[in-house]
T-cell receptor, first 113, second 109 residues
Framework: DAGVTQSPTHLIKTRGQQVTLRCSPK?????VSWYQQALGQGPQFIFQ???????QRGNFPDRFSGHQFPNYSSELNVNALLLGDSALYLC????????????FGQGTRLTVV | TQLLEQSPQFLSIQEGENLTVYCNSS?????LQWYRQEPGEGPVLLVT???GGEVKKLKRLTFQFGDARKDSSLHITAAQPGDTGLYLC?????????WGLGTSLAVNP
């Protein structure tokens, strides 16, 4: 049973560029949440996708957008990258029908230079 | 304002010592989870507590959910270097996980 997988694992981008991160949820899960985690901090909630729609959103600008596909996989897009966007981006999947336990991928380390 | 307050923020102890980490809030939660995260990796779920007053044990780790479902504690007995990591609590609020900032634990041999 495959867990949550994210790609790529590491990425270096230039300020102003755009980036797309990908996530495949754990088998049987239908909800995907994205988090940004700065070094030494807890994860900060970006948004959550369920039934291909953004269901909840944290305090992040519109430069952060996402998508969920019919197979429940998801993408996180960040436009006009800033140096402060450098972080570990985590994808978590869960099942909407029960207690909201999140299972995480290994994350994508984004460095903006 | 941080909904979930974790304490202490940093903890450095010797192998064999006991420790307790706290996760406190003024809000009532339907469930609360504890995660452990190693550098560069995603958090790994350790336990979920649902019932007020619930106690769960995972080997040397003991988790307790407060009677009012507003707080939780994690107690580690006879800590080992392999316990080193960032311990995060997260609580279920309106189908969204709210996170504490974490407790960074270092267990020295």
């Amino acid at each position: 049973d495959a867990g949550v997988t994210q790609s790529p694992t590491h990425l270096i981008k230039t300020r102003g560029q755009q980036v797309t991160l990908r996530c495949s949820p754990k088998s049987g899960h239908d909800t995907v949440s994205w988090y940004q985690q700065a070094l030494g901090q807890g994860p900060q909630f970006i948004f959550q996708y369920y039934e291909e729609e953004e269901r909840q959103r944290g305090n992040f600008p519109d430069r952060f957008s996402g998508h969920q596909f019919p197979n429940y996989s998801s993408e996180l897009n960040v436009n006009a990258l800033l140096l402060g966007d450098s972080a570990l981006y985590l994808c978590a999947s869960s099942f909407s029908g029960g207690v909201t336990e999140a299972f995480f991928g290994q994350g994508t380390r984004l460095t903006v230079v | 304002t941080q909904l979930l307050e974790q304490s202490p923020q940093f903890l450095s102890i010797q192998e064999g010592e006991n420790l307790t980490v706290y996760c406190n809030s003024s809000s009532v939660f339907s469930s609360l989870q504890w995660y452990r995260q190693e550098p560069g990796e995603g958090p790994v779920l350790l336990v979920t507590v649902v019932t007020g007053g619930e106690v769960k044990k995972l080997k040397r780790l003991t988790f307790q959910f407060g009677d009012a479902r507003k707080d939780s504690s994690l107690h580690i007995t006879a800590a080992q270097p392999g316990d080193t990591g960032l311990y995060l609590c997260a609580a279920n609020l309106n189908r969204k996980l709210i996170w504490g900032l974490g407790t960074s634990l270092a267990v020295n041999p």
